[in-house]
């Protein structure tokens, strides 16, 4: 399985996302600077965390225009992985790749926090390692996550089992108290309809390594090594 991580101008998650790929799970892993055009070689591409050409005008909104975006575009149309953490989240819903918009926080103030998670698919690559509505404990660190999309879009992605995460307490239910940022059906992470491309706020690339006490995030990287193993 060989990883390819994008950086652009401002990324600052890129180098947490190869120590995981490349020290805990032992996989070929490259930094794909953002002008690349050809990533013709790549299984997964993982679109990190940061603060993309520093967030200026909107997240994501430049660099939806970098040439290994629509070399991410055009790998995503044939069906391989596609994987967008926080920031990246943000740049998959600006090319398109995922419905919906990210938004200002609902108190419009940053969150650095552990937040819970309840896994609401396990027949994806991205979650076959855990247990279904199981409750994990993921870190978020962001100021624009309030998931939005419209009534019908909305709609449309609950019928097609398209949320894969949401924000819960500790027990799994679902409500507002465990929102930490006014995403709308308290919307974490979502996949298209295929299921090749997730994207999601909280950081599994943060709970992955032992050292740290929190290892909920590892088992989604696990996850995509086995359909992988498999796929050869």
């Known amino acids: 399985m060989n990883v390819g991580i994008i950086v652009f101008p401002g990324s600052n998650c890129d180098r947490d996302a190869e120590m995981v790929i490349r020290d805990l799970l032992k996989l070929p892993v ?6 690349e055009k050809d990533l013709s070689d790549l299984d997964l591409i993982i679109v990190p965390g940061g603060f993309s050409y520093g967030d200026y005008l909107r997240c994501g909104a430049i660099a939806q225009f970098s040439p290994a975006m629509a070399a991410t575009i ?6 391989k992985l596609v994987l967008g953490i926080c920031n990246g989240f943000q740049v998959l819903t600006e090319i398109g790749l995922l419905p919906g918009a990210l938004m200002r926080n609902r108190d419009l103030h940053f969150i650095c926090d552990r937040v819970s998670l309840r896994v609401e698919r396990t027949d994806l690559p991205w979650t076959q390692e855990y247990a279904t509505k199981k409750v994990i404990t993921i870190p978020i660190a962001h100021g624009e996550g309030c998931y939005y999309a419209d009534a019908e879009v909305l709609k449309e992605m609950e019928a097609h089992n398209q949320v894969v995460f949401r924000y819960c307490d500790s027990t799994g239910t679902v409500d507002e108290a465990s929102n930490p940022n006014g995403s ?16 999601m706020m909280p950081h599994p690339e943060r709970a992955s390594d032992p050292m740290l006490g929190l290892t909920d ?15 050869h």
């Open 184 to 199: 709308l059906n308290n919307i974490a992470g979502i996949c298209n309809r295929q299921g090749n491309v997730l994207g």
């Open 74 to 79: 055009h790998h995503a149309e044939q069906g």
């Open 30 to 35: 490259r930094l794909v600077w953002h002008q």
């Open 217 to 231: 995030g590892i088992h989604l990287f696990q996850g995509l090594m086995k359909k992988v193993a498999i796929a």
